[in-house]
């Protein structure tokens, strides 16, 4: 089954301890994105990657890295977690370059809670 | 970032009735999309629009591609339980490597 796999679902942390969600793609998709979801904000994108080892900031990447060291793979890095972190968070693949979006297909979402 | 404004936040209407929603852009984009996001799950592709103007039917749903290239809108008929959930509306200028979300529309449905 074409998916998007994020993990885990749900995560509870301390302020400053790193951590990493992953996210790994079956599609052979170019084209990988974080997303972080707030009420009443929708989704705003954190970064994104266009390919291997191709990464460009979001609209909101202060706070996190990214990687993409595999075409399958593009993982989200918190170094130092902070409360103002706690949220959905969602990873999004796509076939090509960031062209037309008819197959954006999202994960599941990760819960941060950031305590 | 570019904003998008969606509108309304939140509808709270009863089984049968007809719901519309709405986003406007301070910018144009060349790609409209509709997006519904059920409980725990993320956003699912509704409706895709890619011209000025373009009227485009899925089932129940119709969606409208503003011919500003700044708004559009989504129209859901005869609203049944299983509507409920989050509609995002996302758009994709001609720069094109990313897409911009409004801030979502909660449908809830009474039966």
């Known amino acids: 089954e074409a998916q998007v796999t994020q993990n885990p679902r749900y995560l509870i942390t301390v302020t400053g301890k790193k951590l990493t969600v992953t996210c790994s793609q079956n599609?052979?998709?170019?084209?990988m994105s974080w997303y972080r979801q707030d009420p009443g904000l929708g989704l705003r994108q954190i970064y994104y990657s266009m390919n291997v080892e191709v990464t460009d900031k979001g609209d909101v990447p202060e706070g996190y890295k990214v990687s993409r060291k595999e075409k399958r793979n593009f993982p989200l890095i918190l170094e130092s977690p902070s409360p103002n972190q706690t949220s959905l968070y969602f990873c999004?693949?796509?076939?090509?370059?960031?062209?037309?979006?008819?197959?954006?297909?999202f994960g599941s979402g990760t819960r941060l809670t950031v305590v | 970032g570019q904003q998008l404004n969606q509108s309304p936040q939140s509808m709270f209407i009863q089984e049968g009735e007809d719901v519309s929603m709405n986003c406007t852009s301070s910018s144009i984009f060349n790609t409209w999309l509709w997006y519904k996001q059920d409980p725990g799950e993320g956003p699912v592709l509704l409706i895709a629009l890619y011209k000025a103007g373009e009227l485009t039917s899925n089932g129940r749903l119709t969606a409208q591609f503003g011919i500003t290239r700044k708004d559009s809108f989504l129209n859901i008929s005869a609203s049944i339980p299983s509507d409920v959930g989050i509609y995002f509306c996302a758009g994709q200028s001609y720069a094109g490597n990313m897409l911009t979300f409004g801030g979502g529309t909660r449908l809830m449905v009474k039966p």
């Open positions: 999004a693949s796509s076939r090509g370059q960031g062209g037309i979006q008819e197959n954006y297909t």
């Open positions: 599609m052979n998709h170019e084209y």
